[in-house]
């Protein structure tokens, strides 16, 4: 079975440029978050969706970012316009259903705002 | 809001040297504790988890203890291997807050020969 997988790996942009993440879960996980790394600081929640739902969007840093998810399928992280403090790692997790499970987590996208 | 602490890093054993990496929390409930692990150029795996006090999670030779009383979650080997060089994260989920986790800087551990 695949499993988490997230587009692009690395990305380098231009400060005012557009950025768009993608992660597509584990077939059958209702859950998807949003995760964020930051200068080797601790990883940060960003948003949670239930199915195409969004169940927690506390973490979100500003309105420059939104995410979608289609569906209930794949899940997409814009940030609109990039700024340097967005450089980070973001990752995508997902899970099965409710009660605690297992967050199965994607290798991450590597953001450099420059 | 909850937090997690767990010790700076970085780490450096000898191979076959005990391993303890410490972690702490702060929850208003009660949390389900983790150790995530990041292997260089990979994403983060679960490493072992405790979902209530006095549990134990294990998984490759490693251990840690949920320690309500500590609020601690201590992550040790007895006996490390150089594979076992990463990045190890400790984590809590409080269920109430739809299993969202929260980690801690992350210990990065490197082992040599």
């Known amino acids: 079975e695949a499993g988490v997988t997230q587009f692009p790996s690395h990305s380098v942009i231009e400060k005012g440029q557009t950025v768009t993440l993608r992660c597509d879960p584990i077939s059958g996980h209702d859950n998807l978050y949003w995760y964020r790394r930051v200068m080797g600081k601790e990883i940060k929640f960003l948003l949670h969706f239930v199915k195409e739902s969004k169940q927690d969007e506390s973490g979100m840093p500003n309105n420059r970012f939104l995410a979608e998810r289609t569906g209930g399928t794949y899940s997409t992280l814009k940030v609109q316009p990039a700024e340097l403090e967005d450089s980070g790692v973001y990752f995508c997790?997902?899970?099965?259903?409710?009660?605690?499970?297992?967050?199965?987590f994607g290798p991450g996208t590597r953001l450099t705002v420059l | 809001g909850d937090s997690v602490t767990q010790m700076e890093g970085p780490v450096t054993l000898s191979e076959e040297a005990f391993l303890t990496i410490n972690c702490t929390y702060t929850a208003t409930g009660y949390p389900s504790l983790f150790w995530y692990v990041q292997y260089p150029g990979e994403g983060l795996q679960l490493l072992l988890k405790a979902t209530k006090a006095d549990d134990k999670g294990s998984n490759k030779g490693f251990e840690a203890t949920y320690r309500k009383e500590t609020t601690s979650f201590h992550l040790e080997k007895g006996s490390v291997q150089v594979s076992d060089s990463a990045v190890y994260f400790c984590a809590l989920s409080d269920q109430g807050g739809g299993n969202k986790l929260t980690f801690g800087t992350g210990t990065q551990l490197k082992v040599e020969l």
């Open positions: 997790a997902s899970s099965p259903g409710t009660g605690v499970h297992e967050q199965f």
